[in-house]
């Protein structure tokens, strides 16, 4: 029960006024930001982030979370209203979410998604409420192997989990590891792969590679498919939510089912997209109503964004117990971690317990505000998207490439936000995923240096991965994850003539 | 993605070409990954692995997914095109005018690039009138101006104009 006791230490740490203040622009920005095309979770996030360096470190991941929070609810507004997935775990809300919309039932939608997202959500903190302290307590008595395992595994289900071929998401994570080997070298300090170039002794910075990966590339995208907004009137008064909140307990076992969807999605990385879409199948197959998906079900909406919220918010579980994020936006979140001078990983649970629990407390809160904030500003939202895109573009370039210099103080990064942004959309074209070839470059020198410590504590012996139960049984699971796809084709093929 | 085109006058690159082609750079990319690393030494050292062990193992995994993508984008056939003509200068227009953008910073400062930048857009993309199209290339610089060095004290880099201001 000490923890119940760190937590309300956790309220008392974020009930005051200023942090309130930052919750709440957080989560406005964070909404507007999952509203406009070319501006996610994951870039917001990393635009941004530099404007905190000087702030106290819980203040400061208090106002970023937010607005990763508040890019979770955004997204389910442009699909309802516009049929436009403001983000990527949105795409399975506009199956039932856009239809409803059409039919005049736009609110009930609304409401629906955004209290089904406050659902996941809220489920995901309690799990990370009981589970991160026992996992962080755990990882205390990891040694390099372990770490490296862990690393290992959190990689392995990029490739198993992913909709991508496996090889290209293995080609796209390994130039990710490529990229972070650039620079200095962490272990010895020497110079590596910088070909003689004194703009690269540095590396490449992680936030330049989302800005530009996720921001230019998705305006580029935008631009080719010549987006006009057509989006439904968007009106929601306190009768039609209480309507729909009296209608919602009914779909209860869907709730919870895309509960655990969601968390198990978020925890491994496999992310808020493949989790929204996995609980739309699941929901379509099993609901008595299933034959109806897609035309306007309210369960529709319910499954894809519980699911969603509830992974992208315990997407942060193995982000803070570990070290290892669950998403590129928790990827960002931990490069402010470092840059804030705290160490992420099992030790912040003992060190920094004020900075933890301040940031579970303010999940909490940050999510109630999220929901009423939505639910009252829905028409503010959407006529920010009726901006015509010839205004918004040249707008969030700037802004974009604002976000890029201020990282270093350094006009080469904007250039390299450029080279990263048609990367960016060419790889989105040909179907590389992204996510893993960020997570990659934020974490590579961290995996190498848990590589190398292994072998040089076994003297070079790979056998070191299997050298007890513990690091044995994680390494296992990173190579059936890998081989996943390879296994089920197998088990597949295996069946076939039985079933002939 | 509205990329599965099947008008008969819809004309662009291949996607096969194109997914060969990105295959091809990743193999290249592998490929100066290990010669990076060989450069500092991919054996063990006394202080443990040197410093291009892992990336050398990291460039390998590059060349050998990427040259099995190549081959498996050569095998597969297919007439998908990677995106209309139309669609690519829809995407260059955004490309070349960031590129000098990006370019111009160093030289002129954020704040006046932006705001030609912005203008630029706004007049030839957008065809918008010219009291909206200055009052928000304008606006919004002062605005930034305002946020980052007034209130977040973050300099942005500055040109002649602000020199000549004495900001």
Not at chain 1, 164 to 179: C, D, R, Y
Not at chain 1, 289 to 299: A, C, L, P, Q
Not at chain 1, 411 to 416: G, K, N, R, T
Request: with cysteine.
């Amino acid at each position: 029960m000490e923890d119940i006791g760190n937590l309300l230490h956790g309220f008392s740490v974020v009930l005051s006024w200023q942090n309130f203040l930052y919750m709440l622009v957080g989560i406005v920005l964070g909404v507007i930001i999952g509203v406009l095309p070319g501006l996610g979770g994951a870039n917001g996030v990393a635009i941004l982030l530099p404007l905190t360096f000087s702030m106290p470190p819980t203040s400061a991941i208090i106002l970023l979370s937010c607005i990763y929070w508040g890019a979770l609810f955004g997204g389910a507004i442009t699909s309802i209203l516009f049929n436009i997935p403001g983000e990527p775990w949105s795409v399975a809300t506009t199956f039932d979410g856009h239809p409803m919309a059409q039919q005049g039932k736009a609110g009930e939608a609304l409401t629906a998604a955004f209290t089904s997202s406050f659902v996941g959500a809220l489920f995901a903190v309690v799990v990370i409420t009981l589970v991160a302290p026992l996992v962080a307590k755990f990882a205390l008595q990891f040694g390099p192997a372990e770490k490296f395992s862990v690393f290992f595994l959190a990689f392995c289900s990029f490739v198993g989990m992913g909709k991508e071929p496996p090889t290209k998401t293995v080609a796209a994570m390994m130039i990710g590891f490529a990229l972070a080997a650039v620079g200095t070298d962490t272990v010895t300090g020497q110079l590596r792969l910088t070909f003689g170039f004194t703009e690269l002794l540095g590396g490449f910075d992680f936030l330049v590679a989302v800005i530009g990966l996720f921001g230019i590339g998705e305006i580029l995208l935008t631009m080719e498919e010549g987006l006009s907004f057509k989006g439904k009137a968007a009106g929601i008064n306190p009768a039609v939510v209480l309507q729909t909140w009296k209608e919602l307990p009914r779909y209860w076992v869907t709730s919870l089912r895309s509960c655990i969807i969601g968390c198990w999605m978020g925890i491994t990385p496999a992310g808020a997209t493949p989790a929204s879409f996995m609980s739309y199948g699941i929901a379509k197959r099993v609901s008595k109503t299933g034959h109806k998906f897609g035309t306007g079900e309210i369960e529709g909406v319910v499954a894809p964004e519980t699911a969603a919220h509830a992974a992208g918010t315990s997407a942060l579980l193995p982000m803070l117990a570990l070290g290892v994020p669950g998403s590129p936006t928790a990827a960002v979140l931990l490069g402010g971690l470092l840059i804030w001078g705290l160490q992420p990983g099992p030790l912040l649970f003992v060190e920094q317990k004020d900075f933890v629990w301040g940031l579970i407390a303010s999940m909490y809160l940050g999510n109630v505000v999220g929901l009423l904030v939505v639910l009252t500003m829905v028409p503010v939202f959407a006529a920010i998207l009726r901006v015509p895109f010839g205004i918004i573009a040249p707008i969030i370039l700037v802004i974009c490439a604002i976000g890029a210099y201020t990282v270093h103080n350094n006009s080469f990064d904007v250039v390299m936000m450029l080279v990263f942004g048609v990367a960016g959309y060419v790889l989105k074209k040909c179907s590389y995923p992204l996510a893993p070839l960020v997570l990659a470059i934020v974490l590579g020198d961290k995996a190498e240096e848990a590589f190398r410590q292994s072998l040089l504590i076994s003297q070079g012996s790979i056998t070191v991965f299997w050298s007890n139960g513990l690091v044995g049984t994680i390494m296992a699971l990173g190579l059936i994850a890998l081989f996943w796809p390879a296994l089920s084709n197998l088990k597949g093929r295996l069946l076939a003539p039985a079933v002939r | 993605m509205s990329t599965q085109s099947d008008a008969p006058e819809a004309r662009g690159p291949s996607h096969r070409h194109a997914e060969m082609g990105t295959a091809a750079f990743m193999v290249l990319l592998g490929a100066i990954t290990i010669a990076g690393s060989l450069k500092v030494g991919i054996g063990w050292a006394a202080e443990g692995p040197q410093a291009g062990f892992f990336p050398f193992w990291i460039g390998a995994l590059i060349v050998a997914s990427s040259a099995f993508n190549f081959l498996r984008a050569y095998a597969g056939g297919g007439r998908r095109l990677f995106a209309e003509w139309a669609q690519i200068a829809q995407v260059w227009k955004v490309v070349w005018p960031t590129a000098i953008y990006v370019g111009a910073v160093p030289w002129i400062g954020i704040y006046l690039a932006s705001a030609l930048l912005i203008a630029g857009f706004m007049r030839w993309l957008g065809r918008y009138g010219w009291a909206l199209t200055l009052g928000i290339s304008i606006g919004l610089p002062i605005i930034i101006y305002v946020t980052f060095e007034k209130w977040f004290l973050v300099p942005l880099p500055k040109g002649p104009i602000e020199d000549m201001l004495g900001l």
